[in-house]
């Protein structure tokens, strides 16, 4: 060895630190990868993507694969500098370039290389990919036994050594997930994706049109009256019901009524001979797995009932597309607004209005988990009827109430001037006065 010249040593020493280099990187490039776009890449025949899937597919092996080769080669530049600086200093040369050595492979075979390949993985693990596909199966045998000890050494200390390879994400983490892809897909696509995963949250009871205000066809009422209420309602799907809506007969379209009417062969016996039975759904039933049912039942409305049957409510399959896209309907019936602001900037809102449809409208947190709607929540947090004029702070949103009518809280008062956060609907509310 006294006869290598120091320059052929030098460069042997340089070429070490950057294989030791290639090494931490790769390791860290590697690991980085997103794994959802690497399988996409994958998908469309990306060549280091491909390997780098299948490299990762067994992680304990890849990572058995880059320490051997890394180690190795640190093992051989600690000896080469060790040379080198006794060649140069003798005994002191030692301790020169084990200090050396030290901040030199810290600083170009650690820190640079993993912050690099952190910033950049694909950059990096995708041409390492290419080395380590030929080298695992060059290294396999050696690999294997050092695997295989690994996984010992951890059933001694009763560690498991499998590797979860699970890359599946729960509800909440997709959801920060999709949270994240701001700026690279469009806002209103992440809430419609964002609304989806809320979907599982919420059941038919949110959403549902009360009791009370379902409009429907009386079979016990004046005929006239009928005719009448059919020739000014606005839906398509209209319940048919004797002497109260317990009492349901079924559902009825419009469009098959009007030849009827045409032709004046339009009566009671045509009207329930034009009538689908009733559709049912059980209280609590959350709406994605309504939404199944509608489209397995090939339904588009049904109606809420409680355990004893008394219909609660009712539903149909566009109040659940409209907690995904948000209002889209042309119902005439919704061009009535349940949110006026008034010219304070505060909010009158009809008693009957969805806690939800609330928050989300004025991103708000009233509480959302006991009563279901304004008249609801001002009942419960009062313990009585109150009478108009009367004024609270729930969740700190002061509240007045406006109007009270059949026992009930008809109109109420928001104010949000007091509290911190804007309404993101005070560019489309009317001015009220």
Do not use: C
């Given at each position: 060895?006294?006869?290598?010249?120091?320059?052929?040593?030098?460069?042997a020493?340089v070429?070490?630190?950057?294989?030791?280099g290639?090494?931490?990187?790769?390791?860290?490039?590697?690991?980085?990868?997103?794994?959802?776009?690497?399988?996409?890449?994958?998908?469309?025949?990306?060549?280091?993507?491909?390997?780098?899937?299948?490299?990762?597919?067994?992680?304990?092996?890849?990572i058995?694969?880059?320490?051997?080769?890394n180690?190795f080669?640190?093992?051989?530049?600690?000896?080469?500098?060790?040379?080198?600086?006794?060649?140069?200093?003798?005994?002191?040369?030692?301790?020169?370039?084990?200090?050396v050595?030290?901040?030199?492979?810290?600083?170009?075979?650690?820190?640079t290389?993993?912050?690099l390949?952190?910033?950049?993985?694909?950059?990096?693990?995708?041409?390492?990919?290419?080395?380590?596909?030929p080298?695992?199966k060059?290294?396999?045998?050696?690999?294997?036994?050092i695997?295989?000890?690994?996984?010992?050494?951890?059933?001694l200390?009763?560690?498991?050594?499998?590797?979860?390879?699970?890359?599946?994400?729960?509800?909440?983490?997709?959801?920060?997930?999709?949270?994240?892809?701001?700026?690279?897909?469009p806002d209103?696509?992440?809430?419609?994706?964002?609304?989806?995963?809320?979907?599982?949250?919420?059941?038919?009871d949110?959403?549902?049109?009360?009791?009370?205000?379902?409009?429907?066809?009386?079979l016990?009422?004046?005929?006239h009256?009928?005719?009448?209420?059919?020739?000014?309602?606005?839906?398509?799907?209209?319940?048919i019901?004797?002497?109260?809506?317990?009492?349901?007969?079924?559902?009825a379209?419009?469009?098959?009524?009007?030849?009827?009417?045409l032709?004046?062969?339009?009566?009671?016996?045509?009207?329930?001979?034009?009538?689908?039975?009733g559709?049912?759904?059980p209280e609590?039933?959350?709406?994605?797995?309504?939404?199944?049912?509608?489209?397995?039942?090939?339904?588009r409305?049904?109606?809420?009932?409680?355990?004893y049957?008394?219909?609660?409510?009712?539903?149909?399959?566009?109040?659940?597309?409209?907690?995904?896209?948000?209002?889209?309907?042309?119902d005439?019936?919704?061009?009535?607004?349940?949110?006026?602001?008034?010219?304070?900037g505060?909010f009158l809102?009809?008693?009957?209005?969805?806690i939800?449809?609330?928050?989300?409208?004025?991103?708000?947190?009233?509480?959302?988990?006991?009563?279901?709607?304004?008249n609801g929540?001002?009942?419960?947090?009062?313990?009585f009827?109150?009478?108009?004029?009367?004024?609270?702070?729930?969740?700190?949103?002061p509240?007045?109430?406006?109007?009270?009518?059949?026992?009930?809280?008809?109109?109420a008062?928001i104010?949000l001037?007091?509290?911190?956060?804007?309404?993101?609907?005070?560019?489309?509310?009317?001015?009220n006065g």
């Open positions: 060895m006294n006869q290598i010249p120091l320059y052929w040593l030098y460069i020493f070429v070490l630190i950057l294989l030791s290639f090494f931490s990187s790769s390791e860290t490039g590697l690991m980085s990868l997103n794994r959802y776009r690497l399988k996409h890449l994958a998908a469309k025949k990306h060549g280091g993507a491909i390997r780098a899937v299948d490299l990762l597919q067994r992680p304990d092996k890849l058995t694969l880059i320490l051997l080769g180690n080669i640190n093992i051989l530049i600690t000896q080469l500098a060790t040379y080198i600086g006794y060649r140069l200093y003798g005994e002191a040369g030692i301790a020169i370039a084990a200090g050595l030290t901040l030199v492979l810290l600083l170009f075979a650690e820190v290389p993993k912050t390949a952190a910033t950049n993985p694909e950059k990096i693990a995708f041409p390492a990919a290419y080395v380590y596909r080298l695992s060059l290294l396999f045998p050696l690999v294997a036994v695997d295989w000890l690994a996984k010992l050494i951890l059933k200390f009763l560690l498991s050594g499998k590797s979860p390879g699970n890359d599946a994400l729960n509800s909440a983490e997709l959801r920060v997930a999709v949270n994240e892809t701001s700026g690279l897909i209103s696509h992440r809430d419609m994706l964002l609304s989806i995963l809320d979907l599982e949250k919420v059941t038919v949110d959403i549902m049109v009360p009791r009370s205000e379902i409009v429907g066809i009386d016990e009422d004046d005929w009256d009928t005719l009448k209420l059919i020739t000014n309602l606005s839906y398509t799907r209209i319940p019901f004797s002497g109260n809506i317990d009492n349901l007969v079924g559902t379209l419009l469009r098959k009524m009007l030849p009827l009417l032709k004046d062969e339009f009566d009671s016996e045509s009207l329930v001979g034009l009538t689908r039975d559709y049912f759904i609590g039933t959350a709406l994605t797995t309504q939404l199944i049912n509608f489209r397995k039942n090939k339904r409305i049904g109606f809420v009932v409680d355990e049957g008394d219909i609660q409510g009712l539903v149909t399959i566009e109040d659940i597309l409209e907690e995904i896209v948000g209002e889209f309907t042309t005439p019936s919704a061009l009535h607004q349940d949110f006026f602001q008034d010219a304070d505060s809102i009809d008693g009957s209005t969805h939800r449809e609330i928050n989300r409208n004025l991103d708000i947190q009233l509480p959302s988990e006991g009563p279901r709607t304004l929540l001002i009942l419960e947090h009062m313990e009827i109150p009478e108009a004029g009367t004024s609270m702070k729930i969740n700190d949103y509240i007045e109430i406006m109007q009270v009518k059949n026992n009930r809280v008809k109109t008062r104010s001037a007091l509290v911190a956060g804007k309404s993101n609907l005070q560019s489309e509310l009317p001015l």
